[in-house]
């Protein structure tokens, strides 16, 4: 939850001489999202977010995420749309940051997803993955298993005192999954970070999905994957199989996963549980005195990842072959 | 800027069966205030704000704080106003919280006041004066005088840490206050904390006042010298005398000050920049690492309580006799 930024006077007004959306009948700071500072902007319009991009966003790779929202958005993927300024472009500055406005999505984000909403969600990721497949743009995954290691190292030095033999088990599923990492797999335009806080729903509804901002072209199971760690297990860290299944029904109905994927979905899965205890880890032991997000706890995802290193196959986790 | 309580989703479901308002549409942490934690809440009915108010609120003072808002809002004033659920009741709990729907008020808030926003938050705090004198609930201002010499003490040790020679100046304040605070002034509903960021433009027209929880029975005119420190300060924390003629001027346009509370006002201007000093000395000390809000500067209020120091009479402020 965080503003970084504050926006003055001038430069909202500024900025919206830009546009056709009228007077601001509206305008606060949204204590969502870690990465941005959101704010939510009424005008005469309409309802819209402005974001303005923190400095853990590269501005190189803005293009790449606001014409991803907009070619989704054509095909029928309900995500928020970019608004251009009368320029014909939806990309400015504001208060010395990139910034956008981007049109706001109606719909509440579930805080304890039930197995019709995981079944809702494999829906979307699967239209999300085939509505992607033509997209022209390239973003590397920042965050790919190679990107692990030197994670691993501005952190290893004090790993234990979050929790005892913690570096060496991370370094060992590091060397594991440097040799057992899939490859071949379907590529193409994935979400990677489909947390519950960026999939909203209107009625038990899925209404749209939001925050693009790790969006990158990767294994398209390795989404799933992703989504399998944030959605399906339960508070007390055990993993609800009705969900898995649910999940993966619903997503195969759309996309069905190829032999290869289903074999590494354990794989995937101990990868995508790695990535998300990596950057809890480092920004648990380097958030600052007074920062304004509180740093989640990077064990959640220790003990998703001892998980999946027990799991025999994908049936594990709800998958019916 | 905090949301320091999480609502799940049959807390919201739970608590909105109580009410009239249809189904929810959107539901957002709001990044603005200090004490306790809005939500913008989007329902079939219309737009609202949830409050839960956190443990800086005591629980016996809301139905002060909420009849007040609806006492304003028949009276003309434009404040929010609490939605009664079915029982007629506006109070209920969530989350373990006490808790208030309340309407939402359009509007921005001011980040740079000009002399047309003093003036016309002048007029808007005289006429919630003259509104507020026939409210039948009591409640005392907890941050009044008596009240400072306490709260130093909770800083005192450490004072000097934040700027050197800060305890003495202090100690020599309070002492001078307890002599020179005035008697016999009059007394009133005064709202207590009226920041830039509690009062909401349309357009350059003043929307709305909104944050009544400091709210209090207390001198008239001490709500005038917070405002005074509040609004006519440039960022260098040089006064302006424009601004201070401005809200000086259309606050007597509609109640005309005393002249007891005219020879006041640099006493009462130099309590109310001691109270913000401590409050923020305070918070600054005592801000916990991982806080959700950044504690403000304690030293922008000295630099205020020196100017007024060195005052001489009402006219410095821009009063005209």
């Known amino acids: 939850m965080a503003v970084y930024t504050e926006v003055g006077d001038a430069d909202l007004e500024d900025m919206l001489k830009e546009y056709d959306l009228g007077a601001v009948l509206s305008f606060k700071g949204i204590a969502e999202g870690v990465e941005n500072s959101n704010f939510l902007l009424r005008t005469e319009a309409g309802t819209f977010i402005l974001t303005l991009y923190e400095k853990r966003v590269a501005e190189a790779d803005l293009p790449f995420f606001l014409g991803l929202m907009e070619h989704l958005a054509e095909r029928g993927i309900r995500c928020p749309l970019p608004v251009k300024a009368r320029d014909g472009r939806a990309l400015r500055r504001v208060a010395g940051r990139p910034a956008a406005i981007i ?185 600052p005195t007074g920062a304004l997000v509180t740093p989640k706890d990077p064990r959640e995802y220790l003990r998703k990842l001892r998980f999946h290193q027990k799991v025999a196959s994908a049936a594990d986790y709800g998958l019916i072959e």
């Open 103 to 287: 049109s706001f999505l109606e719909g509440v984000w579930v805080r304890r997803p039930q197995p019709q909403h995981c079944a809702a969600l494999g829906r979307a990721l699967a239209e999300m993955h085939e509505a992607g497949r033509d997209f022209p743009r390239r973003r590397a995954n920042a965050l790919a298993r190679d990107g692990w290691g030197p994670l691993f190292e501005l952190s290893r030095a004090r790993a234990d005192t979050v929790e005892p033999g913690l570096e060496a088990l991370v370094a060992a599923e590091l060397a594991y999954l440097l040799t057992a990492w899939p490859s071949g797999l379907p590529e193409g335009v994935i979400h990677a970070d489909l947390f519950p806080d960026n999939v909203f729903f209107l009625k038990n509804r899925l209404s749209g999905l939001i925050d693009f901002y790790f969006a990158c072209n990767d294994l398209l199971a390795y989404d799933l994957a992703v989504c399998l760690n944030a959605w399906c297990f339960e508070p007390d860290n055990s993993f609800n199989v009705t969900k898995g299944q649910a999940l993966m029904q619903a997503y195969q109905a759309v996309r069905p996963l190829a032999a290869d994927e289903r074999a590494a979905l354990p794989v995937l899965a101990r990868g995508a549980a790695l990535r998300f205890l990596l950057t809890r880890l480092y920004d648990w032991l380097t958030v």
